[in-house]
């Protein structure tokens, strides 16, 4: 049994570090405001060996003091994890990140096609959940290969006419209840952002009937990103 549990926390510490490495990397470029991406990231090992020097030295002292009384191990276990979980949650709910997400641009989309305002970047990061990932009424695959929503040259065909002067493509599943979308590899940030708005706009209409027409609402959200003041978008 014993054997059971340290492989289960093996296999959860592996999982948490790829997570923690991907994470801290985004958090490290995000707080590189002067293109100082390997100072910042050096003086954040430097504070991480610190707080592990300063944990050994407390545990050295705790251990002797409390080894023989199980009731108070389990119970500052328990208070410090759940302490050490609640910072966490803190501090990541504090980031404001100024570059869009998948979530962070759902969420201003959403706002926009429900509300016609434009949420700032405090508002846009508010509203991401920490814990709880994003829901769609329907699959988004981002990335698709062309094959996968194209398997007859008819169903191309449509596609090709319908973004011939786009280096992107958008399909619809209805059996997988799934949107796809194929890029072109030169494909711009301002396309990128154009064929998510339409899938936004399809997730919209699917979940509530006063979606605004495409044509009309791009452009409007285009013009407003660019017309604002620092601060949105």
């Known amino acids: 049994m014993i054997r059971l549990i340290i492989c289960i926390s093996g296999v959860c510490r592996a999982v948490l570090g790829v997570a ?11 707080q590189a405001r002067r293109n100082n991406m390997a100072d910042v990231a050096a003086k954040d090992g430097s504070q991480e060996t610190l707080v592990h020097l300063a944990a050994l030295l407390i545990s050295l002292v705790m251990i002797p003091l409390i080894s023989e009384n ?11 994890t ?3 979980l609640y910072a966490n ?11 869009f997400n998948q979530a962070r641009y ?19 990061n508010r509203q991401e959940s920490v814990t709880l990932g994003l829901r769609r009424p329907v699959k988004l695959h981002y990335g698709a290969s062309l094959l996968s929503i194209a398997t007859r040259l008819e169903q191309l065909s449509a596609l090709e006419k319908v973004y011939e002067e786009s280096k ?17 590899e030169e494909v711009a940030t301002v396309e990128e952002l154009e064929v998510l708005f339409q ?15 495409w044509k009309t609402a791009w452009p409007m959200l285009l013009h407003a990103c660019q017309s604002h003041e620092k601060g949105h978008c």
């Open 82 to 84: 759940t302490l050490h």
């Open 89 to 99: 949650y803190r501090a990541v709910s504090e980031v404001t990140m100024e570059i």
């Open 70 to 80: 199980a009731t108070l191990v389990w119970t500052l276990f328990v208070l410090c």
């Open 20 to 30: 923690a490495g991907a994470t801290r990397a985004a958090l490290t470029q995000h």
């Open 106 to 124: 759902h969420n201003v989309v959403e706002h926009y096609l429900s509300w016609g305002e434009i949420l700032t970047v405090k508002e846009a």
């Open 199 to 213: 899938a936004e706009v399809l997730f919209f209409i699917l979940r509530d009937k006063r979606g605004l027409v």
């Open 168 to 184: 992107y493509l958008l399909s619809i599943d209805k059996q997988l209840s799934a949107v796809s979308i194929v890029l072109h």
